[in-house]
Structure formats: structure tokens, C-alpha cells
């Protein structure tokens, strides 16, 4: 690929994902016990030309094993005969540790992927070689986890950016900083009153089991919804949109504990004194437009390099948001987005 043909699928990407976000609607709004889910459409909707990790898995169609040795930042994708994408927030459980995605990625038919994530369980490092799809992230733990990989991004495009080398050479690592997502993990842990043998994320989720049944049953996904808006404590934190209502649905109950898992840990937050107590449940009525406004006008700085897998990832970071898409053949197949203070 030249050079010249990079700086036009650059300027393609953005262009087409501020168009996308401009299309955003609400379609539905739900709430229950102080957490509220919006439903949300956008003009993408297409069936899509991928598996999902979490599909492909259960198939035989997508291996996901530790690359080599093991090596805490990276594992190793095996695909079939069809293309996958994985999305970032996923977690993967077994192999030596348990991890999270860290970006989302599209994986080519019968190639061997190496895919950036992050440890989600510092007290284990044994002889497993293989995972299974785990449950998503909590919202507000992906958040961290996003602006992490931004900023990272944002770093090596500046150390990376020699315009002789090839694309390959200047393709940033999508590393998270890993010493505080344990931390993160062990203040989660403290909040809850769990003790996890391992200091395992999945320990504490376990214990939320119930509660995550419950929400998920509360909380149906609506015909033709393609994203999700999430609002804790009266703002709006975070929102994901996919390619395909059929993926959103497929990804709906998953989205939803992630969200879930994310209001008790606020809930357990404010009890402790660590955040202060909301006096309304539901974000202002502006609140999903200055989301998407910020993000559009982000975009003019946003990082956008090659992904890991097909296409370009694009990181971005502005007034109070930060997040990450990927964009393949000039369509967005998943963005996520995060409200960002400071």
C-alpha cells in the first residue's frame, strides 16, 4: 500500500464515521433500580460478512491460544473459512490467565492473528494453552482501558510516524498499561469485599451472577437497534454502536452486563465515599448530542493506522470523550465510546 494510498482511506475513515455518528437516533429508553439503557439505530445497517468471536468459538470456527510460550500482552487468533471479528471489551478465559481485548478486530479467513490484550487475573500463570469466549468488561473498567490504548497509540504514532517504512513497521501495539488494570482490578475487588485466590476480574463477576440475570431479563434488546447508550449515577458513560442490528442482538446481553457490572460497582463506589450520589437518574436530554458532537469534532485529531487484523483503527480523544472504531473498506463495523473527565 503507498503512501498516498493510506492518507486517502485516513481521510476516508473519518470522513465516513462523522457521517455515521451524525445519523444516530434514540430508539428506546429503559431503566431499572437507577441504571438507564438507550437504545440507539444509525443509517449502518447491513447483514453482516463476519462471524462474531463468540459464534465462531462455539463452532469450531475461531481458535484462541497462547502465542508461543504465553506472553501477557499478546495471544494468537486461528481463523477458518470465514472472517471473524472479535470485539474489543471481550474477555477470553483459561490459557495461563484470563484477558480482555483490548481493541476490536477484524481476522481474515485461515490466517493466524497476533491480537494485543491485557491480564485480567495478576495471581495466575500456569500451563493452559487455550481459551473460550468469557463475558465483556464492565463499561466503566473498558473506559480506562480505552483512553489507556489511546494515549499508547497516540505515543508510538508520533515514535512510528518515519514515512520510509512500510505500514506493517508503523502499526501501533494497542498496549494498555497493564499495572493499572490490576490495580483497578483490586480496588473493584476491595469495593465488593471479595477475595479472589488469583485477584481474577471473572471472581468478582461471578459474585454478580444473580443480579446480572435479573438486569439482562429486564433489559430486552428492541427490533432494529444497531447500538447502546449507557447512563450510571445521571450521565450518560459510554455508548457502542455495530454494523448490523442481527450482531447487536446477538452481543445484546452481554452489552447489558457489562453495563450492569458497571452500576453496582458505581453503587459500591458512592457508598464508600469515592463518588458522590446522584440526586436524578436519567442524563439531560443533550446529553447523547454533545456525546456525538465531540466525537465528530474528535475525529479531526484522532490517531488512525492500520489495524490489527483487516482495515484501520481509529483512536480518538476529545472535550470529555474518548473511545476507538474499526472501519473496513470505509464502513464502521464497531465503535465504542467513552465519557472521559479530565
Known amino acids: 500500500m503507498t503512501e498516498a494510498t493510506e492518507l486517502r482511506d485516513e481521510r476516508s475513515s473519518r470522513v465516513g464515521l462523522r457521517s455515521a455518528l451524525a445519523t444516530v437516533a434514540p430508539l428506546v429508553t429503559m431503566s431499572r433500580d437507577g441504571l438507564v439503557l438507550v437504545a440507539l439505530a444509525w443509517e449502518i445497517d447491513r447483514p453482516p460478512a463476519y462471524e462474531t468471536a463468540t459464534a465462531a468459538t462455539a463452532r469450531g470456527d475461531l481458535e484462541l491460544r497462547e502465542l508461543g510460550g504465553g506472553t501477557v500482552p499478546t495471544i494468537e487468533a486461528a481463523t477458518k473459512e470465514w472472517p471473524v471479528v472479535i470485539f474489543a471489551g471481550d474477555t477470553i478465559v483459561g490459557g495461563r490467565q484470563n484477558r480482555i481485548i483490548n481493541v476490536s478486530v477484524w481476522l481474515k479467513a485461515a490466517t493466524v492473528t497476533p491480537i494485543p490484550v491485557s491480564c485480567l487475573e495478576a495471581g495466575r500463570w500456569d500451563t493452559g494453552s ?11 473498567l473498558r473506559s480506562r482501558i480505552s ?17 520510509g517504512a512500510p505500514p506493517a513497521a508503523r502499526r501501533a501495539s494497542y498496549a494498555a498499561d497493564q499495572g493499572a488494570i490490576w490495580n483497578e482490578i483490586a480496588a473493584k475487588h476491595a469495593r465488593a469485599s471479595v477475595h479472589s485466590p488469583t485477584a ?10 444473580a443480579a446480572l440475570t435479573s438486569f439482562v431479563a429486564a433489559f430486552p434488546c428492541p427490533a432494529g437497534a444497531t447500538g447502546l447508550a449507557v447512563a450510571i449515577g445521571g450521565h450518560l458513560v459510554a455508548l457502542e454502536l455495530f454494523d448490523s442490528a442481527s450482531t447487536l442482538a446477538e452481543q445484546w446481553p452481554r452489552l447489558v452486563e457489562s453495563a ?12 464508600a465515599g ?8 436519567y442524563p439531560d436530554e443533550g446529553a447523547l448530542g454533545r ?3 465531540r466525537t465528530r469534532h474528535a475525529l479531526d485529531g484522532a490517531v488512525v493506522g492500520p489495524s490489527v487484523g483487516e482495515g484501520l483503527d481509529v483512536r480518538l480523544r476529545g472535550d470529555k470523550v ?4 474499526l472501519v473496513v473498506a ?3 463495523v464497531h465503535v465504542e465510546l467513552f465519557r472521559a473527565e479530565g
Do not use: I, N, T, W
Not at 483512553?147 to 514515512?163: F, I, K, N
Not at 469515592?274 to 437518574?281: D, F, M, N, V
Open 274 to 281: 469515592l463518588e458522590p450520589p446522584s440526586h436524578h437518574r
Open 291 to 293: 456525546m456525538l458532537a
Open 200 to 209: 481474577a476480574l471473572h471472581d468478582l463477576y461471578e459474585r454478580e451472577a
Open 147 to 163: 483512553r489507556q490504548v489511546e494515549e499508547r497509540a497516540r505515543y508510538e504514532h508520533g515514535m512510528l510516524s518515519d514515512e
Open 130 to 140: 487455550r481459551f473460550e469466549p468469557g463475558r465483556k468488561v464492565d463499561y466503566l
Open 322 to 325: 474518548c473511545g476507538g472504531a
Open 260 to 271: 450492569v457490572s458497571a452500576h453496582l460497582d458505581h453503587r459500591r463506589a458512592v457508598v
Open 330 to 332: 470505509g464502513r464502521p
